[in-house]
């Protein structure tokens, strides 16, 4: 019934295209797995992973995930708070100084200091501890057979079904729910192009071998634009006023002009002028927390969209790399999920795309409430308010 419904409503938009409509998502399961199936074989993929392939099942766990993703519903310094913990600090240390020669040859070879490495590896599983427990095919297979968001994980089966094929992975390896493969969890698209055998034993093994996941994620995040041996993220004070409508990650400035502002170094001493240009994400408004964001931290964005999850990341990094723990300040009252979900609802009808009314205050709200927030007159600093959800 779904692919019937996505058929007549190509038509009537006067762009049907068979084959792409049946390869993409829905319709008779066995039927669309014959469709992967073809399209693996004409890439090259052999018996194994085909035969993988054909013992993959839909997992509804996979599907409820997918549709209940309420950590990001927290506040960043709730959320950085819970995952910048003390056993990840001392953790991430102690892996520090135990595979510096490992962490030396990637910061030589790609230019991605070893702070910025073991903090993903910190967040992801734990410094390999807690890798996931799903079945890595069918997880892929479920939601790229589901219409919701098959254009992100379509691309990554028949790489998997190649890692198979290869015998580089199991048929039955186990992961993330997203499909996400070992220590650092990397999708088979960049385990495929990105693994680097670390260790010199001639395999990728991104499960077991801290070199080969060390070396692996420093390609990664190289290939999403890291800028070799730059800052991606440093924690500032801001004045009580200062031009609040340019602020924000995108709208990089030089440090001089912040510094002109009167943005300053945490301690309140002057901001020094290393010749970049960054930022000033304010994640909680003026009146919270506030850090530089270089260009750096956009690579963090690639690597997962959530911005409290990037800051965070980028955050973690620099407390491997000396920096002190941030000061939360005392940021304004924000709004609990159900106001968050009417503060969408207002945005939408004032013809914004804020994406789906969830509660989560992601990329195109924010943007939405700094031009709400300049409209009104407000301080324009991207967080919602009371004050706010009560003017609109």
């Not at 079945?135 to 968001?149: E, G, I, P």
């Not at 920096?323 to 999920?337: K, V, Y």
Request: aromatic share 8%; charged share 25%; proline share 5%.
């Amino acid at each position: 019934m779904r692919l019937r419904v996505e058929i007549l409503a190509a038509l009537i938009l006067g762009a049907f295209a068979w084959p792409a409509v049946a390869q993409e998502c829905g319709g008779d399961f066995e039927t669309w797995k014959q469709g992967v199936a073809a399209e693996a074989k004409a890439a090259g993929v052999g018996a194994v992973g085909l035969d993988a392939l054909e013992a993959a099942t839909i997992d509804e766990e996979v599907l409820a995930r997918d549709r209940a993703q309420g950590v990001f519903t927290q506040t960043f310094t709730q959320f950085s708070n819970r995952m910048i913990s003390g056993y990840r600090l001392k953790q991430g240390a102690a892996n520090l100084k135990k595979y510096a020669d490992v962490f030396t040859r990637a910061d030589k070879e790609f230019g991605v200091q070893p702070a910025v490495i073991t903090a993903f590896w910190g967040l992801e599983t734990d410094f390999g501890a807690v890798q996931g427990d799903f079945h890595t095919l069918d997880a892929l297979v479920t939601l790229s057979h589901d219409c919701r968001r098959p254009q992100l994980f379509r691309p990554q089966l028949v790489p998997l079904l190649t890692l198979i094929d290869r015998g580089v992975l199991p048929a039955d390896v186990k992961g993330a729910w997203a499909g996400e493969i070992g220590q650092t969890q990397i999708l088979p698209t960049d385990y495929l192009a990105r693994g680097v055998d670390g260790d010199d034993d001639g395999t990728v093994d991104l499960r077991n071998s801290v070199p080969d996941v060390i070396m692996t994620t420093a390609d990664k995040i190289l290939s999403r634009g890291w800028k070799r041996d730059q800052l991606w993220v440093e924690e500032v004070r801001v004045p009580d006023d200062m031009p609040w409508d340019q602020t924000g990650r995108t709208n990089k400035l030089s440090i001089s002009q912040w510094a002109q502002w009167g943005v300053t170094n945490p301690n309140g001493t002057p901001l020094v002028d290393n010749g970049l240009k960054a930022g000033l994400a304010l994640p909680m408004g003026r009146k919270g927390p506030a850090f530089l964001t270089y260009d750096n931290f956009d690579v963090y964005l690639e690597w997962n969209q959530s911005f409290t999850y990037a800051l965070t990341a980028a955050v973690l990094a620099t407390r491997f790399a000396g920096a002190p723990q941030f000061d939360p300040r005392a940021p304004e009252q924000g709004l609990d999920g159900d106001q968050m979900k009417a503060l969408q609802t207002k945005l939408e009808a004032k013809g914004y795309d804020v994406g789906k009314v969830d509660g989560i205050l992601g990329t195109n709200t924010r943007e939405a409430i700094r031009k709400e927030q300049m409209r009104l007159g407000l301080p324009v600093d991207g967080w919602p308010t009371p004050e706010l959800l009560a003017k609109l």
